[in-house]
Structures are given as structure tokens and as C-alpha cells.
């Protein structure tokens, strides 16, 4: 097959997408031809989405027809010059881990082999990759848990997870924006608002930043509860 | 602003809603939204209003409230068995209230969701540009008891009393065929498991909700695995988990999700699902884009009229 590939999703969508796999070269591209596309202006556009490997340009029907729509993704694609080189921002997310913070924590140790300590260094010194923004109210889809932190989600997830949470589930990280049920391991809790509605964006986080979950004690909650995540500092090129 | 209602008892889920937040899914926001949205387009032209203006989403049953001032409303959707001071009212048409008038949403004759529009629009507080109540996603809450609405103030315009005739609703109320184009991930489930889609019937199950309705009904087989690397998905997505029943998503669905999508109903029948409970039972119907563009169309030609009868009777 060659990609990428160019499908109707409904009666107003066209679903873009590269080759079957979590890829930061393929998510680059994906994101980039989201934002151009929605840079054009077009009449019919309505809006973009992206995530890992596939793009959803979501067009008006009254004002054009799946086939044009198509023949004008495929213009820019064709065109797609990389982005020009950006520091990413990297954010520093205080977390503390285990307790009642991270309910999971003991169980990760156990199917790891690795000790409670040794979780929380090796998942503390990752750095993270936000491949894009989904699922519910900016929602992070994580890249880079380091292989032997893979830890197969619950069978029975559970019905309410507190906001802030950070956790494992199979190959991804993740980190809760809002409270919901979820089936990850959870290792850790930040307090830092994550979401809120009434800001632009929602979530200061962004597709292509890099997060690390900076172990903290629970004394230090209160003087993180509430703020914004700041980025700390540029990556060198 | 003008004194609209005051809310005497909530009924079960009583939203404001409008056409949705549009440009904010690339941040993970949800479209939300009313449900049936032909329905609120209509209910707002029937009072002079922009179609996009907000309404209330009345569900099921339960809504009471009295006018505290004259206005012009309208009712369309679902029949829940509307009283204004007792007496039965129709859906599809709008009504002078006067002050201490009293409305009342006893229960369901017809349908699930029903609309009220308001000339001048319900005063209401707005998120990314939107009055849609999406409470997972911190952005309003359902109305609740004692609750005082605000309402607009419109044009003067005058608008005629005005009733909907049945026969010139497009989607018929008997309709319980939902057209879908086929895909992206068709090839993902076995001959089989798609001639039970498209050739059996699926009764809606309990766990159904403005994010959306799960079906039960002949089983829908993978060739291989349900998951796939999370991708956009939009409302009207038909999402099969492993195993092998449908979900569909609705307004406040998610925006990615991680399940194949065997098709996508078209988007002039979601309205036709959003007036669903239960225990219904519905079929589906493989159409192209073509029909799916032309039944869009129709709706559109419909709303137009409407709007075009309103303004020159």
C-alpha cells in the first residue's frame, strides 16, 4: 500500500493516514499537514484533528465534495516541507509518587521485577514526547515509556480516577486531565490544573512538547495545587 | 436581558445546548452540542432567531417551569407530552406565552429530546465560544430547581404563529434505518461479521448517553484484533470493540479513539438516532456519498423554507 492514504470518514470527513505505527517522524508529518491545511483559509474547511499517524480533515458538504477535498490534501501534501527546526518546550510536571498518589505503583514493581525505588527513578528520568492532544479534554498521548515499564493495563479498570494522575498502560504513559474511569496503572499524582475550560488553549500543553514527572514530596503539595505546568527550560539542539 | 423562566422542577437532564464548539478538537474538546440538531435549527427559526442561537435540550420527562414574562417559544423533537397551563401542545410549532403561563414536560408520547427556543435565545455562560452544557468537560452544568433563565433581547421583527405540518418533516418519525457510509476500517472485520451489520437489527442497550449509544445485536466479528492505533473520530463513528458490539458516538464523544470503525452513520440520521431510547431497535443501510450529500441537502432545503416562511407570511 502507499501511503498516505485518503478515506471518507462519514459523509463529512477524509481520514489521512501514514504508515501503521507510533513514529515521532510520522506524527511530525501529520501535524504539520494538520496545521497547514487549517493555515489555507479554505471555505470548506471546518476544522483538523490529528493524532499518531492520521490526520481528519473535516470538510462542509454543501460547499464541497469528498473527491476535492481529497485533490486538495493531496496538493499539500505533495508540498509538505518539515517544519522548521523548534526547541520543543519541555515541562517538569511535579508528581508524587505512591501511596495513596499511586495506587498501582506496588503492582508495576511486582510485574517489573524492579523494585518500588527503581520505578519511580527510571519513570521519573524519562522524558516524555506528547505526540498529540485527544480522547477527552486535552488529553496528552504520551511517547517513550522505556520498555521495561510496560505494564499491561487492568482487567477491571477502575470507575473514577482523580485528575493529575500519571500512570502506565501497555506501551504509553499517561497523564489525566480531568477525573475519569481508566484502566492504567497509576504510579503518581500531580497537582498542577491540567484543564481548564475557560482558558485558550484549555491545556498549556502542546503536541510535540516533552514532559518529565519530577518526584516531589507530599509536603510540597500545596505549593504546586492549582498552578499552571511551566516550561522550565529549552532542550539544546 | 429579560426574565425568561424560573425553573420549578429540572426534569432528569435538562441542557442548554447550541450547535456545538466548533475548532477546538485538535485540543481533545468534544463538539457537543444538541443531539438532534434539526431539531434546534427549526425550533430557533421558528421564533426569528439565528438557527445557532441556544436552547434547551429537555430530556425524557420531568421539565417544569413557569414564564415570568410574555415571549415567543417554540417546541420541536421528540412529543414529551408538553402541557402550557394543562393542555397538551404538539411539538413543531411555537406559542405566545403569557407571564405565569406554566410549562410542563410530563413524559414521553414520541421520540427522546425535545427543544425549546426562545426568541432572543437563552442568556447562558459560554465556553470556547459555545453555550453547550458539557459537565465531564467542566462547562456548565443541567439545569436545576429554582434556577432563574435569562433570555435576549430580539429584533423587532414579528413573527406568525407558525406549526410544522408532519408531512413536511424530512426524517420520517417511524424511521428506525440509520444510513452509514462503510468505513475507514471496513476490511478489518470478516464477510460475516458485516453482513450481520448490515443485514440485522440492534436494540439500543441502557448504557447510552449524550457521549454514546451502545447497541446489542449480531455479534460483529474482527478478522483480527478491535484495537487499532487511536485515531480522529467524529459523532456518528461505529466503533467495535473485541466484543463484536457496536457503540456509536454521539455529541459528546470522544474526539480519538482506539477501536476499528466498521462505517460512519450519515450525518442527516444522526437527528433520527438522537430521538432513540432504549430498547428500540434499529437496522443500517450502506449508501454512498452521493445520498448521503443529497439527504443532507434536504434537510437544508427544509430548514430554508422554513426560515423563508417565517420572514414573509
Redesign the interface.
Known amino acids: 500500500m502507499t501511503f498516505p492514504t485518503y478515506q471518507p470518514v462519514g459523509d463529512q470527513g477524509v481520514l489521512v493516514s501514514y504508515e501503521e505505527k507510533i513514529d515521532p517522524a510520522i506524527n511530525e508529518r501529520v501535524r504539520v499537514l494538520s496545521e497547514v491545511i487549517s493555515e489555507q483559509n479554505f471555505p470548506w474547511l471546518e476544522e483538523t484533528v490529528f493524532s499518531y499517524r492520521s490526520a481528519l480533515i473535516i470538510y462542509h458538504p454543501r460547499k464541497i465534495h469528498f473527491p476535492q477535498v481529497v485533490e486538495a490534501i493531496i496538493t499539500i501534501e505533495r508540498g509538505l516541507t518539515p517544519a522548521p527546526f523548534s526547541l520543543p518546550d519541555i515541562y517538569e510536571i511535579p508528581t508524587v509518587y505512591g501511596g495513596p498518589y499511586g495506587p498501582d505503583l506496588e503492582r508495576v514493581s511486582e510485574v517489573t521485577s524492579l523494585s518500588l525505588r527503581e520505578v519511580i527513578d527510571l519513570y521519573s528520568s524519562t522524558t516524555f514526547t506528547i505526540y498529540f492532544l485527544g480522547f477527552l479534554c486535552a488529553q496528552p498521548y504520551l511517547g517513550g515509556l522505556p520498555e521495561k515499564l510496560q505494564v499491561p493495563r487492568l482487567d477491571n479498570p477502575r470507575l473514577h480516577m482523580p485528575a493529575g494522575s500519571v500512570g502506565i498502560g501497555g506501551i504509553q504513559a499517561s497523564l489525566l486531565t480531568i477525573d475519569q474511569p481508566s484502566g492504567h496503572n497509576f504510579i503518581g499524582r500531580t497537582f498542577l490544573s491540567l484543564y481548564d475550560p475557560r482558558k485558550m488553549p484549555p491545556s498549556p500543553l502542546k503536541a510535540g512538547d516533552r514532559v518529565v514527572f519530577k518526584p516531589i514530596s507530599e509536603e510540597e503539595i500545596p505549593k504546586i495545587k492549582g498552578k499552571d505546568p511551566m516550561s522550565k527550560k529549552k532542550v539544546d539542539p | 436581558m429579560t426574565k425568561g423562566f424560573r425553573i420549578i422542577h429540572p426534569g432528569i437532564l435538562t441542557t442548554y445546548q447550541d450547535l456545538g464548539r ?9 463538539l457537543s452540542g444538541a443531539m438532534d440538531a434539526l431539531a434546534l435549527r427549526a425550533a430557533n427559526l421558528l421564533v426569528g432567531n439565528k438557527e445557532t442561537e441556544v436552547g434547551l435540550e429537555v430530556t425524557l420527562m420531568g421539565l417544569k417551569m413557569v414564564a415570568l414574562s410574555p415571549m415567543l417559544i417554540a417546541v420541536t423533537g421528540g412529543d414529551l407530552n408538553l402541557t402550557i397551563n394543562s393542555e397538551y401542545q404538539p411539538p413543531w410549532k411555537n406559542y405566545r406565552l403569557k407571564l405565569g403561563d406554566i410549562l410542563h414536560f410530563r413524559r414521553r408520547k414520541f421520540g427522546l429530546r425535545a427543544y425549546l427556543a426562545v426568541r432572543g435565545g437563552f442568556k447562558a455562560p459560554a ?2 465560544g459555545s453555550a453547550s452544557v458539557f459537565q ?4 456548565g452544568n443541567p439545569l436545576g430547581e429554582g434556577e432563574p433563565l435569562e433570555i435576549g433581547t430580539a429584533e423587532q421583527r414579528s413573527i406568525p404563529e407558525f406549526e410544522i405540518p408532519q408531512d413536511h418533516l424530512p426524517n420520517l418519525s417511524d424511521q428506525n434505518l440509520l444510513r452509514v ?1 462503510m ?2 476500517q471496513e476490511e478489518r472485520f470478516t464477510e460475516e461479521g458485516i453482513l450481520h451489520f448490515l443485514n440485522g437489527s440492534y436494540r439500543i442497550k441502557s448504557q447510552s448517553d449524550r457521549m454514546a449509544y451502545r447497541l446489542e445485536g449480531p455479534k460483529i466479528n474482527h478478522r483480527g484484533k478491535a484495537d487499532i ?6 459523532p ?2 461505529i466503533q467495535v470493540p473485541n466484543d463484536g458490539a457496536p457503540i456509536i458516538l454521539m455529541a459528546d464523544g ?4 482506539g477501536y476499528a470503525k466498521i462505517a ?4 442527516a440520521d444522526i437527528p433520527v438516532l438522537a430521538q432513540k431510547i432504549p430498547g428500540e431497535e434499529i437496522q443500517f443501510e450502506a449508501v454512498d ?1 452521493a445520498r ?2 443529497e439527504a ?2 434536504q434537510q ?1 432545503q427544509f430548514l430554508l423554507r422554513l426560515g423563508n416562511s417565517l420572514s414573509f407570511s
Not at chain 2, 229 to 234: A, D, R
Not at chain 2, 264 to 267: A, E, G, L, Q, Y
Open positions: 466548533h475548532g477546538f478538537r485538535r485540543f481533545g474538546i468534544p465556553f470556547m465531564r468537560g467542566l462547562m457510509i468505513g475507514p492505533i487511536s485515531e480522529p473520530l467524529m456518528g463513528a470522544q474526539v480519538t479513539g460512519n452513520v450519515i450525518r456519498l448521503a450529500y443532507q441537502e437544508e
